[in-house]
């Protein structure tokens, strides 16, 4: 069975995305626009990501008008969406809209996956979810050097350093690369 990662870049004080829900502050970063091999999983099996982070990424690319540019960060990998709302899927795209819990949705995920990683792309909520439910195995994080007032939180969650284990750190170009390994909660 592959395993279930939350990858995402941040800023140093803990924003994933600013107060519009835009990652402009990201793509400013040198090598942000383009990252680095070793920056995220590229061979997950499987994306998953919330419906702002969705929307967010059909906004800025146009992808709706140009779906040729979903595949550029998607590939041919299947996506699920959490979302309560019906959204519009670019073309050829692999979509699958879902809604509930992420235990409810959990064998659709993994079956899609076929035994390959998953990727939680975003947000960080989702990801919390998915830590909250006890299946999140790492979090990799690419931490920008930058500063937001506000926005979308990293992790909104109270994580004790019980639970967390850091497997490596690295500077790839301007980020700092921080792999941390997520232990099950303990049962008695």
């Given at each position: 069975?592959?395993?279930?990662?939350f990858d995402?870049?941040?800023?140093i004080?803990g924003w994933?995305?600013?107060?519009r829900?835009s990652l402009?502050?990201?793509?400013?970063?040198?090598?942000g626009?383009?990252?680095?091999?070793?920056?995220?999983?590229?061979?997950?099996?499987?994306?998953?990501e919330g419906?702002?982070?969705?929307?967010?990424?059909?906004?800025?690319?146009?992808?709706?008008a140009?779906p040729?540019?979903w595949?550029?960060?998607?590939g041919?990998?299947?996506?699920?969406v959490?979302t309560?709302r019906e959204l519009?899927?670019?073309?050829?795209a692999?979509?699958?809209?879902?809604?509930?819990?992420v235990?409810d949705?959990l064998?659709?995920?993994r079956d899609?996956?076929?035994?390959?990683?998953?990727?939680?792309?975003?947000?960080g909520d989702?990801?919390?979810q998915?830590?909250?439910?006890?299946v999140?195995d790492?979090?990799a994080l690419?931490?920008a050097?930058v500063a937001?007032?506000?926005?979308a939180?990293?992790?909104?969650r109270r994580?004790?350093s019980d639970?967390?284990?850091?497997?490596?750190?690295?500077a790839?170009?301007q980020?700092?690369?921080l792999?941390?390994?997520?232990?099950?909660v303990?049962?008695?």
């Open positions: 069975m592959g395993r279930i990662i995402t870049a941040t800023t004080n994933i995305a600013d107060e829900n402009a502050w990201l793509f400013a970063v040198e090598g626009e383009h990252p680095d091999d070793g920056l995220f999983p590229a061979a997950a099996a499987v994306l998953v419906s702002t982070t969705y929307e967010w990424l059909l906004a800025e690319q146009d992808v709706l140009h040729e540019k595949a550029e960060f998607h041919d990998r299947p996506t699920f959490f309560t519009p899927t670019p073309d050829g692999d979509v699958r809209f879902v809604s509930g819990s235990v949705a064998p659709a995920i899609a996956a076929g035994g390959g990683d998953i990727w939680v792309v975003g947000g989702l990801a919390g998915f830590f909250d439910a006890g999140l790492e979090i690419s931490v050097p937001l007032v506000g926005g939180p990293l992790f909104p994580v004790e639970r967390l284990r850091l497997e490596s750190a690295s790839v170009g980020f700092a690369r792999i941390y390994s997520v232990k099950p303990a049962t008695d």
